[in-house]
């Protein structure tokens, strides 16, 4: 662990003060319901997982599980990391910000199995989240049940996670299922997810904007509430490409023809009105 990142010990779990920016780690940094002063800084930093699986099974590179932290996560501008990166129930008081980041799902000593790149299961976060610009994930991304309460931000994001033969946790960029989503949800300008993207049961306050994207595996966006409006416009469609609307309601609808799958589709959406793209 770097020299400043310091822990001092509390009724209820450590505190740690101070940042771990530009530094490389080997090993696992285990932050379990820590209290965190301010921000959590690990930008430009390589965390390297070395060796095998913890007592508990983790493969994990960095672990904030519990945590609570009053300001900002800041992985971004370089930040790299080889091994998962896991941030399970945790609260972060402002955004969780991966621009420009790097993460990378691991094997099992098995070589069966490949671990999630990122996983945030059930946390809450009190402003956006930024996977963009820059961000590659090559794993499953998971946002279980996530509380996300300004934006989530995938804009220019690479989510690769393609399915691949005998390996299990393959085949899903993106699990963002049960999620609560205050404003809106960016997959434009550039994202790229090669496996299945899902948002089952979610709800979104703003808009779903998939703009300018490849989703080479396709959606599923299963019962999921989006107040605002789908854009569903210049998209990249391959033939392994899915849609999946079923039960899904939306303020709005914004698309063009050429954008719809041709196979694999899954349609029963109900909208207020429908917004029609010029030449249409």
């Known amino acids: 662990m770097p020299e400043y990142l310091r822990i001092s010990g509390s009724s209820s779990g450590p505190t740690l003060s101070g940042r771990a920016v530009g530094s490389r780690c080997s090993g696992e940094l285990r932050f379990?319901?820590?209290?965190?002063?301010?921000?959590?800084?690990?930008?430009r930093s390589v965390l390297?997982?070395?060796?095998?699986p913890s007592n508990d099974g983790s493969l994990a590179a960095l672990i904030l599980d519990g945590a609570i932290i009053k300001g900002a996560v800041l992985l971004r501008?370089?930040?790299r990391?080889?091994?998962?990166?896991?941030?399970?129930?945790?609260?972060?008081?402002?955004?969780?910000?991966?621009?420009?980041?790097?993460f990378s799902g691991s094997k099992n000593p098995s070589d069966d199995y490949l671990g999630p790149a990122l996983d945030v299961d059930g946390v809450t976060v009190c402003g956006s989240i930024y996977l963009r610009h820059g961000f590659r994930a090559d794993g499953l991304?998971?946002?279980?049940?996530?509380?996300?309460?300004?934006?989530?931000?995938?804009?220019?994001?690479?989510?690769?996670n393609a399915p691949r033969e005998k390996l299990s946790g393959t085949g899903e960029s993106l699990g963002a299922d049960l999620a609560i989503i205050d404003g809106s949800a960016l997959l434009s300008d550039g994202f790229v997810a090669t496996?299945?993207?899902?948002?089952?049961?979610?709800?979104?306050g703003g808009d779903l904007r998939c703009t300018d994207a490849t989703f080479q595996s396709g959606m599923v966006v299963k019962r999921a509430t989006i107040?605002?409006?789908?854009?569903?416009?210049?998209?990249?469609v391959q033939a392994t490409t899915q849609l999946d609307l079923m039960n899904t309601t939306a303020g709005s609808l914004c698309d063009d023809a050429a954008s719809w799958p041709a196979a694999a589709l899954r349609l029963c959406l109900r909208t207020h009105c429908r917004?029609?793209?010029k030449g249409d």
């Open 77 to 79: 501008d370089g930040f």
């Open 81 to 102: 990391a080889t091994s998962e990166v896991r941030i399970l129930r945790a609260r972060i008081g402002a955004d969780l910000d991966c621009e420009a980041g790097s």
């Open 48 to 52: 390297e997982r070395e060796g095998g």
């Open 275 to 277: 917004i029609q793209p």
């Open 141 to 160: 991304v998971k946002l279980l049940g996530a509380r996300i309460g300004l934006n989530l931000d995938f804009i220019g994001g690479e989510f690769n």
């Open 227 to 236: 107040n605002g409006t789908l854009y569903w416009r210049d998209i990249t």
């Open 195 to 204: 496996g299945l993207v899902r948002f089952i049961s979610s709800r979104i």
């Open 32 to 43: 379990t319901s820590a209290q965190i002063e301010g921000r959590f800084n690990c930008s």
